[in-house]
């Protein structure tokens, strides 16, 4: 990748997740990070970004209603949990796969573990679109919609509709919350369609959730338990008494469940 081509990769991978640190730039690259700061320090020079100590931020000038203070609180939430349950997820996806990914925090840490694989991704998100633009081996299908400021979604009636024209191998999604009375649960209407949109012509249905979501419940249903195959949930908290069992019923519902 020559260094015009990195430095529009450098944008874009800042404009899906706000700030990131040079040692991670230089990984998703695979160059070294003095290399890393020479391309910060010519988009700095165009004014596209502002450097900050040990990592690197989008002007907030320029940016500041490209992401809301909602996203920006999603993506500094139990962070550590996301990035091992993306992980883990990532591991189901393989090459030739068609898939589908919501606009979620939690899913969208799988993206830095599926840019090398032969894929197609369905997804309603901007922030998977952003990271993937300079991957030509992961083909991106965007459903377009009105935009949700508030997660870089795009929602509405014509997402669900050209979610229904997909058939896919696996969908990954979450929510805000999982019990065994209610189900998945989210709280926001339209973003609960395009996830039964997606539930509708797909053969195996990914839930990923941190397990602060456990055992709760939410505004709306989302789906049914019978509608998951796999729950990929991070164990970096001990479970309770009573999540255990929770968990156990899930499991008796025919649900994998798969601890991170």
């Known amino acids: 990748m020559n260094a015009e081509k990195r430095q529009k990769f450098i944008e874009n991978f800042i404009m899906s997740g706000a700030r990131v640190e040079i040692k991670t730039l230089s990984n998703e690259l695979n160059v070294s990070e003095m290399t890393i700061r020479r391309d910060l320090r010519k988009l700095e020079e165009q004014g596209l970004i502002k450097r900050v ?12 209603d490209l992401i809301d203070d909602s996203l920006k609180k999603r993506i500094v939430q139990n962070t550590e949990e996301k ?5 883990i997820a990532a591991t189901f996806v393989k090459d030739g796969d068609i898939i589908a990914l919501d606009a979620s925090t939690t899913v969208y840490e799988m993206c830095k573990h599926l840019k090398d694989k032969k894929i197609t991704i369905i997804t309603n998100s901007i922030r998977v679109c952003l990271y993937f633009s300079m991957v030509k081996n992961v083909d991106i299908i ?5 935009l949700r400021y508030g997660t870089l979604s795009l929602i509405g009636p014509d997402v669900g509709t050209n979610f229904r024209k997909y058939y896919t191998n696996k969908i990954f999604i979450s929510g805000k919350a999982l019990s065994y009375e209610n189900k998945l649960t989210d709280i926001n209407a339209f973003e609960i369609e395009t996830k039964k949109a997606l539930i509708e012509n797909t053969k195996e ?9 456990l055992n709760k419940t939410s505004l709306i249903k989302a789906c049914d338990l019978k509608n998951i195959s796999k729950l990929i949930i991070d164990g970096m908290k001990e479970f309770s008494d009573q999540e255990e069992k929770v968990i156990q019923k899930i499991k008796n519902e025919g649900v994998e469940v798969i601890i991170a």
């Open 142 to 146: 965007l459903a377009g919609g009105n």
């Open 83 to 87: 990035k091992l349950i993306g992980k």
């Open 53 to 64: 100590f040990k990592g690197t931020e989008l002007d907030s000038i320029k940016n500041s």
């Open 205 to 213: 249905v990914f839930v990923l959730l941190d397990h602060s979501k």
